[in-house]
């Protein structure tokens, strides 16, 4: 060896025609080198000393792009590199380097070469804590790709801070934690797996990683430090597994370019700012286990418009939200008994249009909606069973509202304000509670009323009295109506009662203006004055008029129907008798197909009689007189010569002396609505002469005897008079034959 290092030392010196100084410092190296190699091994292109237990590198002859360092040789750590070794890899591109090694002593091992490494491969030793340590990484300034090992157990605070041309990050499945800024400031990152061992992302581990548009989170995660992902601009979506129980505050913050986020079961609270100024995201999904939501969570995000969230969250909604933006709310709930829309929830959202309680919410707070001036559609779900005071007080653009069966109290002023209401749904059994809750009796133009599994589903007392805007109802199955239900309802103009309907009370329908009516078979119990007051066109009784209403007919103190104008008809086939006198104004007309006091008969009296038909029995003719202005009805008049085939009065038929004389049967025919109706029928005698007396001139002495042909059956009586004027009845002279015997 001593020879070649001299040669070496001399060629040196020739070539470079080098000073003596110079020569006597080459000659010292050698020595040096010459007392260190004595001991000197061999592993690939590694040269090391063991020392003890450990191993250190002395030298390198490999490949100067591309270094490995091996964490042990020959079963001994590598714990150190000489000074120098690797100062020559001027090209250096890629380094695997263990974990324990990267120290700041790098720097006298590779020189300025190791600003050059783009390519880092982190290996773990045998040891129990292989941890990256941060501060010492600063020097690898050029870095573009990082792996770190299966047997590297963390990656420490500021590890890989401020790797601004770092693109693609691999991490070991032993890493367990990820320290502080970790990843602060890798601009270019892109993509990063966190494996299922790693149970804690620190403080800004991601901080300002603004080229990161994917991350994935593996279960196993149990805490995400606060500001961990702050600015990841490029960020899209994030999903955080069930096992995270603790994201710390901001952790999300500034994600500009996240659009949908969801947390696991596991998360029991959204901390503050942990969304802001996300100005992308557009859906966020809730984790069942939480409990809370910080301050300014959502704010800053525009474009989040569609929330789905937990009835028990809505407390945290004012503060959370940026409440101009939100356009949409579904409220969930869960088995809790406590799941309900709170005070105030959403109070003043002004953008809100559409609104959903699942069946799963109980109750909707005091003025939990209240103001919400754009919402156009609101759902409440079958469960909830209180409605708060004002709770959608001043909702001016809702149209319509159907109240759920499950519902049974709704507080004063809950819609007062909604003067865009048109139509209401509710429940029967709340009809009690509408005048506090409802301040739209101008507005309000059409009605359904259900019913429920109730055994008495009654309309309360003065329920809509004075809904002037109300122009429709509709009833389900419910059972009574009570007293003042609709009174003033002065646009009602079309009402259908169901069967299942027994009682109608006093003035129910007082001032209406109802066209026509038909009562159910079912009703046994009609108040006093319950339709007066209407332009009432047509009655129809489906079953046996009941009782009560012989005295709401035949009192003119509370008449049951006081049609001011107009026509009316009353249908049906009852089988008490009504007595219509006094109960119907003077200049309207009631035609009765019903039998009423005594049996029909004809008249030909200026005063109309209370019965159908109205037929006027003239010296001549035969006249009906038959309804002919109400919209949807049909009128005819009908005779038959037996009592069973009857046939259509033809125009003229029963006029001047075109008729047939004998008995007949007249009934009207009604035709409303598609229903028939006949009256009773009124026996009418048409008497017709067919040939009337001759003169005859006559002697003293002389017999004569006079004839006259009738059809029908007829009273005769035979008269004479002196001057034509003044008639004197013959006394026995009642045939059609009247015989003088002689005159004197």
């Known amino acids: 060896p001593p020879r070649p290092l001299q040669g070496e030392i001399m060629k040196y010196s020739t070539m470079a025609a080098l000073t003596a100084t110079f020569v006597l410092l080459m000659v010292v190296g050698a020595v040096m080198s010459l007392s260190s190699d004595v001991d000197a091994e061999q592993s690939g292109d590694l040269t090391y000393e063991v020392e003890g237990e450990t191993v250190k590198i002395t030298g390198y002859t490999g490949d100067e792009t591309s270094v490995e360092i091996p964490s042990t040789i020959d079963r001994?750590?590598?714990?150190?590199?000489?000074?120098?070794?690797?100062?020559?890899?001027?090209?250096?591109?890629?380094?695997?380097?263990?974990?324990?090694?990267?120290?700041?002593?790098?720097?006298?091992?590779?020189?300025?070469?190791?600003?050059?490494?783009?390519?880092?491969?982190?290996?773990?030793?045998?040891?129990?804590d292989d941890k990256v340590e941060g501060d010492i990484l600063r020097m690898f300034s050029n870095l573009t790709t990082i792996t770190i090992g299966d047997d590297v157990e963390a990656i420490g605070d500021q590890a890989f801070m401020s790797k601004e041309k770092l693109t693609s990050v691999t991490i070991g499945s032993g890493v367990t934690s990820i320290g502080a800024l970790a990843f602060d400031g890798c601009s270019t990152l892109s993509t990063i797996t966190i494996p299922g061992q790693v149970t804690e992302i620190g403080e800004k581990a991601f901080n300002a990683c603004e080229g990161l548009t994917s991350i994935t989170l593996n279960s196993g995660l149990k805490s995400i430090g606060n500001s961990a992902f702050t600015g990841c601009e490029s960020l899209s979506s994030i999903s955080v597994p069930d096992s995270v129980t603790s994201i710390g505050a901001g952790a999300f913050h500034g994600c500009t370019g996240l659009k949908s986020a969801s947390f696991g079961d596991g998360v029991t609270e959204i901390a503050e700012n942990m969304f802001n100024s996300c100005n992308s995201l557009e859906s966020f999904t809730f984790g069942e286990k939480i409990q809370k939501i910080g301050t300014n969570a959502f704010n800053g995000c525009p474009n989040f418009k569609d929330l789905t969230i937990p009835a028990k969250l809505t407390e945290f909604v004012q503060g959370s939200f940026y409440k101009d933006?939100?356009?949409?709310?579904?409220?969930?709930?869960?088995?809790?008994?406590?799941?309900?829309?709170?005070?105030?929830?959403?109070?003043?959202?002004?953008?809100l249009t559409s609104l959903i309680i699942e069946d799963n919410v109980e109750s909707i707070g005091e003025r939990a909606f209240e103001s919400c001036s754009a919402i156009t559609t609101v759902e409440i779900g079958n469960g909830v069973q209180e409605i708060g005071a004002n709770a959608?007080?001043?909702?001016?653009?809702?149209?319509?509202?159907?109240?759920?069966?499950?519902?049974?109290?709704?507080?004063?002023?809950?819609?007062?304000?909604?003067?865009?209401?048109?139509?209401?749904?509710?429940?029967?059994?709340?009809?009690?509670?509408?005048?506090?809750?409802?301040?739209?009796?101008?507005?309000?133009?059409?009605?359904?009323?259900?019913?429920?599994?109730?055994?008495?589903?009654?309309?309360?007392?003065?329920?809509?009295?004075?809904?002037?805007?109300?122009?429709?109802?509709?009833?389900?199955?419910?059972?009574?109506?009570?007293?003042?239900?609709?009174?003033?309802?002065?646009?009602?103009?079309?009402?259908?009662?169901?069967?299942?309907?027994?009682?109608?009370?006093?003035?129910?329908?007082?001032?209406?203006?109802?066209?026509?009516?038909?009562?159910?078979?079912?009703?046994?119990?009609?108040?006093?004055?319950?339709?007066?007051?209407?332009?009432?066109?047509?009655?129809?009784?489906?079953g046996d008029v009941p009782s009560s209403c012989e005295q709401s007919f035949g009192s003119m103190s509370s008449p049951m129907f006081m049609p001011y104008f107009g026509t009316m008809l009353v249908l049906g086939?009852?089988?008490?008798?009504?007595?219509?006198?006094?109960?119907?104004?003077?200049?309207?007309?009631?035609?009765?197909?019903?039998?009423?006091?005594?049996?029909?008969?004809?008249?030909?009296?200026?005063?109309?009689?209370?019965?159908?038909?109205?037929?006027?029995?003239?010296?001549?003719?035969?006249?009906?007189?038959?309804?002919?202005?109400?919209?949807?009805?049909?009128?005819?008049?009908?005779?038959?010569?037996?009592?069973?085939?009857?046939?259509?009065?033809?125009?003229?038929?029963f006029s001047t002396e075109s008729y047939k004389?004998?008995?007949?049967?007249?009934?009207?025919?009604?035709?409303?609505?598609?229903?028939?109706?006949?009256?009773?029928?009124?026996?009418?005698?048409?008497?017709?002469?067919?040939?009337?007396?001759?003169?005859?001139?006559?002697?003293?002495?002389?017999?004569?005897?006079?004839?006259?042909?009738?059809?029908?059956?007829?009273?005769?009586?035979?008269?004479?008079?002196f001057d034509g004027i003044a008639w004197i009845d013959i006394s026995g002279a009642n045939s059609s034959t009247y015989t003088i015997d002689s005159v004197a």
Not at 76 to 103: A, D, Q, R, W, Y
Not at 326 to 340: E, N
Not at 700 to 707: I, R, Y
């Open 392 to 542: 959608f007080d001043s909702c001016t653009k809702i149209t319509e509202i159907v109240i759920p069966s499950s519902v049974s109290t709704i507080s004063d002023g809950a819609f007062d304000g909604c003067i865009g209401l048109k139509s209401l749904t509710i429940p029967a059994k709340l009809t009690g509670q509408v005048q506090d809750a409802f301040e739209i009796k101008s507005v309000l133009s059409a009605l359904e009323i259900t019913d429920t599994d109730s055994t008495n589903d009654t309309i309360a007392d003065s329920a809509f009295a004075g809904f002037t805007g109300l122009t429709s109802v509709t009833l389900g199955e419910v059972e009574a109506i009570g007293v003042n239900a609709f009174n003033g309802c002065t646009k009602l103009n079309e009402i259908t009662l169901p069967e299942s309907l027994t009682s109608i009370g006093d003035n129910a329908f007082d001032g209406c203006m109802l066209s026509s009516v038909t009562i159910p078979a079912g009703v046994n119990s009609i108040g006093s004055s319950v339709f007066i007051g209407m332009q009432i066109a047509v009655v129809v009784f489906e």
């Open 76 to 128: 001994k750590l590598v714990s150190s590199i000489e000074s120098g070794v690797f100062t020559s890899c001027t090209g250096l591109n890629e380094l695997t380097i263990p974990v324990n090694l990267i120290s700041n002593d790098l720097l006298n091992s590779f020189g300025t070469t190791i600003m050059n490494v783009q390519t880092l491969n982190v290996v773990g030793t045998d040891s129990t």
């Open 573 to 653: 086939e009852p089988e008490s008798a009504l007595n219509l006198e006094g109960s119907v104004a003077e200049n309207a007309k009631v035609y009765v197909l019903a039998p009423i006091g005594s049996e029909g008969s004809g008249s030909s009296a200026e005063t109309p009689a209370w019965i159908v038909p109205m037929i006027s029995c003239g010296a001549d003719s035969v006249s009906c007189d038959v309804p002919d202005n109400i919209s949807g009805l049909t009128a005819k008049m009908e005779y038959s010569e037996n009592g069973t085939d009857y046939k259509e009065v033809s125009e003229g038929e």
């Open 661 to 721: 004389g004998g008995n007949y049967q007249f009934r009207m025919s009604l035709t409303y609505n598609g229903d028939t109706y006949t009256s009773k029928p009124i026996s009418v005698n048409l008497v017709k002469i067919v040939a009337q007396p001759t003169d005859i001139t006559l002697k003293s002495g002389e017999k004569a005897q006079f004839t006259i042909g009738i059809e029908g059956d007829a009273s005769l009586q035979w008269q004479f008079s």
């Open 325 to 351: 933006t939100i356009t949409k709310v579904t409220v969930t709930g869960t088995d809790d008994s406590q799941d309900s829309v709170a005070n105030d929830a959403f109070k003043g959202f002004q953008n």
